[in-house]
């Protein structure tokens, strides 16, 4: 939103403010400034002038020596090559040492460009007449200026006087950041509420006077709305016996400051109303429409429509449509059609003013990619409210400016009207949400700035319709806040249990996740979670596997990204792949991030999100490193119990010799594994890949910091070696198994320290051998006991197919 500074400030007559004190105290006041432009930043020394002699310059055929008057006892002589200066023009003129925006192509350099007096061809010359281009503008916003010229200004343009400022340039544009909700803002008229509010002045809207014959509006047309759901508010008025004009000058400044092209009286006033009351209007020829009917309906599903922009448009059955009894006429809140458009031609003219659903013209204006100025405001949601207001507005200018006659009444189709809202005052509340102690009638009394009503009978505030963001206490404790000034709230602590935050156990196992895979060398890669269908085939996914079933992606960028990743694999492969391709070596990363189950397909609800913890490597180190890492984090976590491996997994990404999935007290954690060949081949990785995937919903689950202290024991350890003959198939992990629960409370630990297979082991065996070492927490321990605790873990062993080795 942007607003000219001179509109604001006659609004609010009493406002006198710097430009930056006016920006920092709205920014202050929650109106946020983004940026402002003063149009005369580069105009200095600028005025008046009127040419009142030219002869031709004795030297140059296309110069001539003007003596320009410029309100001064002496005339000004000034050499031009300007083709339209003649005797008697009213023109700006720089004076020697001011400064012009930039060149007469339009160029515009910084700091502007200083004027000298100088000789040209011989001749002296004390200053520059200007085009408009030299002054910053344009012929877009003066379309009364030549194409390769000098500006020629009004008779009413007095001599001596600043031209910057009978230009309208002596003002200042300044861009806002609107919020959605802040619809009042889209508008002159509620940044000038703020700012009477801000500035603690007297806003001074324009007063609106009823006009209209004594003719019925009602014998010239008639409006139906069939689709009420999508328009909650239509106002029409008739104008006849039209006048086109140039509007005043008066509004064509104003209009050029926003930014708008002045074009007719008509037009102008449309535009200015909806910059002024932030409402858009459109007008349609009477005589166009068919039936002498308006229809709001929805369109038809593939009916053409071609808008005033001269290009034909398909809608669908969602586009709320303006209609006569034979044909569309406009698209609703977003433009009119080329059919009824405003021609110089026109004797009687249609106004409308009305509201529509602010959603339904957002999806209809991306649908037909079509976006207005229009559009834009109706999307923020309007006050149905402010339409008749806005149409008395825009009737009353018409008569003022003798553009027409106004038909006495109006139609307003208006079936259920939208009440202001009512909000208990609370003061106190509103106090200990601030940390402030603000007394009950100064809130009040900043209420009454910004047009907040108070009922003392009921102690309620009255929000009126135009305010959508105020609904609640924490609302209202912010309107007190901003006007009492967030600079003067004194520091106060949050007020509850505590007085530092924490982080939730779920992002704290994150960290020591990362804090884990760093301390072990793994850097952190980040992959996408969008993924291809291809990849199930890369990573030699069976056809009918669940780990196919994912969520589609319903408007992908492309079929690479087209659904939502189920595994994790896919990324780090990538990741490993890439810095396999640049020669990397010994290279690990890890990754915290989701994967997407969907509990049904197709999609009814949401999906399992799943954070995975995914390790990956390739070079130095081989599965049992990442096992190790695996183990690390566990134990990190505090999951002291052992975890055990399941090598019968279905894990066809895996090599099928060195693959298993992770069990903790029986249940998978995660896996673990060397990539598969084919798989690695697949990356273009020529070297053993190893990973590891956790996922972190289950260690939630397991992870405990509660741990009991136990004092170390002074009595000694006593250690026996075991060394044994393993059939093949039996792994470490069984026999680990055995010491754990055979072992009795002396066993503090084992650790295995060979594994042998050759020529001295027979077939289909493997020598393994341990170191046991067992002590007494509260006593030297005896022999026996020691025996007793070996001969229940070599029975154990025996059963399964375990021989001490000789």
């Known amino acids: 939103m942007k607003t000219s500074l001179n509109w604001i400030k006659d609004l609010v007559p009493g406002l006198t ?29 600028i005025v008046i002038g009127q040419v009142k002699k030219i002869e031709k310059h004795p030297d140059a055929e296309k110069l001539v020596i003007c003596q320009v008057d410029i309100g001064q ?42 004027i000298k007096k100088g000789k040209l061809r011989g001749v002296e010359s004390y200053g520059m007449m200007c085009s408009i281009e030299e002054l910053g503008s344009s012929r877009e916003m003066f379309p009364d200026a030549p194409e390769n010229g000098l500006y020629i200004m009004k008779d009413d343009a007095v001599v001596g006087e600043s031209a910057v400022k009978y230009l309208g340039l002596d003002d200042t544009v300044v861009e806002y950041e609107v919020t959605s909700n802040r619809v009042d803002c889209f508008s002159m008229l509620g940044v000038a509420r703020e700012a009477a509010a801000t500035f603690d002045k007297k806003f001074v809207p324009p007063v609106v006077t009823k006009t209209g014959n004594q003719e019925d509006v009602n014998d010239y047309i008639k409006v139906t709305v069939k689709d009420q759901d999508l328009c909650s508010r ?28 002045p074009i007719n009286n008509l037009v102008d006033i449309t535009n200015y109303v909806m910059e002024e009351f932030g409402q858009p209007m459109h007008a349609y020829d009477l005589d166009t429409i068919a039936g002498k009917e308006i229809i709001v309906r929805r369109a038809q599903k593939d009916e053409k429509f071609v808008t005033l922009d001269g290009q034909e448009r398909t809608m669908d059955d969602s586009v709320l449509m303006i209609c006569d009894a034979d044909k569309a006429v406009g698209m609703a809140g977003i433009m009119g059609g080329e059919n009824s458009m405003i021609t110089e031609n026109v004797h009687t003219m249609l106004f409308e003013a009305a509201c529509f659903d602010g959603t339904n013209i957002r999806l209809s204006s991306k649908k037909v990619g079509l976006r207005t ?7 923020k949601g309007l006050d149905p409210n402010l339409a008749m207001e806005a149409m008395d507005r825009a009737c009353q200018l018409v008569e003022e400016l003798g553009a027409g006659e106004i038909v006495g009444g109006a139609i307003d189709f208006y079936p259920v009207k939208k009440e202001g809202r009512r909000i208990p005052f609370e003061p106190d509340k509103y106090n200990h949400l601030l940390g402030t102690e603000i007394p009950a009638e100064q809130m009040l009394e900043h209420f009454k700035r910004i047009d907040l009503g108070f009922d003392e009978k009921t102690n309620e505030i009255l929000v009126p319709s135009w305010r959508q963001d105020l609904e609640c206490d924490a609302d209202i404790a912010e309107e007190v806040a901003r006007f009492f000034g967030y600079a003067n709230i004194p520091v106060t602590l949050p007020d509850g249990e505590s007085t530092h935050g924490k982080i939730s156990f779920k992002l704290y196992m994150e960290d020591l996740a990362r804090e884990c895979a760093e301390f072990c060398g793994f850097s952190q890669a980040m992959t996408y979670s969008f993924e291809s269908p291809k990849v199930y085939d890369k990573l030699l996914i069976p056809e009918d596997s669940k780990m196919r079933q994912a969520v589609p992606i319903s408007n992908p960028l492309g079929e690479d990204y087209s659904i939502m990743r189920t595994l994790s694999l896919n990324g780090m492969l990538s990741s490993l792949s890439t810095n396999f391709g640049r020669r990397n070596k010994d290279v690990r990363l890890y990754e915290l991030g989701n994967i997407y189950l969907p509990k049904q397909l197709p999609v ?6 799943r954070m995975q913890f995914t390790l990956g490597m390739y070079g130095d180190g081989d599965f049992f490193t990442m096992k190790g890492v695996v183990e690390e984090f566990l134990y990190k976590v505090g999951m002291r119990n052992k975890p055990e491996y399941d090598p019968n997994a279905e894990l066809p990404f895996f090599h099928p010799g060195r693959k298993a999935n992770v069990l903790y007290n029986g249940e998978v954690i995660g896996y673990i594994g060397e990539v598969h060949p084919t798989v690695a081949a697949n990356y273009a990785i020529k070297d053993r890949v190893y990973i590891a995937v956790i996922d972190m919903p289950k260690i939630l689950e397991n992870a405990s910091f509660d741990f009991k202290y136990e004092g170390i024991t002074n009595f000694p350890v006593s250690s026996r070696d075991l060394s044994m003959v393993v059939p093949k198939e039996v792994l470490v992990g069984d026999i680990e198994r055995v010491f754990d629960q055979k072992g009795g409370k002396y066993l503090e630990g084992y650790e295995l320290f060979d594994v042998y297979e050759g020529a001295q082991i027979k077939k289909g065996f493997k020598s393994v051998a341990y170191s046991l070492k ?25 059963e399964l197919g375990i021989e001490l080795r000789a």
């Open 774 to 798: 067992f002590r007494g927490k509260e006593k030297n321990l005896e022999e026996a006991d020691i025996t007793g605790a070996m001969n229940k873990i070599l029975k154990g062993l025996s």
């Open 17 to 45: 403010c710097t430009d930056q004190e006016y920006i920092d105290a709205m920014t202050l006041s929650g109106t946020k400034v983004e940026g402002y432009e003063k149009l005369d930043e580069d105009l200095d020394k």
């Open 234 to 261: 239509y106002t029409a008025r008739v104008v006849k016996n039209i006048k086109f004009a140039p509007s005043p000058e008066w509004m064509q400044k104003r209009l050029r400051a926003q930014g708008i092209r």
């Open 373 to 379: 100025d229009a559009s834009a405001k109706f999307e």
């Open 73 to 114: 006892p002496e005339l000004l002589q000034i050499v031009t090559g300007a083709p339209n200066v003649f005797e008697g023009a009213k023109v700006p003129v720089v004076l020697d040492g001011g400064r012009v925006a930039g060149g007469h192509d339009g160029s515009r350099t910084p700091g502007g460009i200083k």
């Open 604 to 609: 009814t609800e949401l999906p399992d999100e």
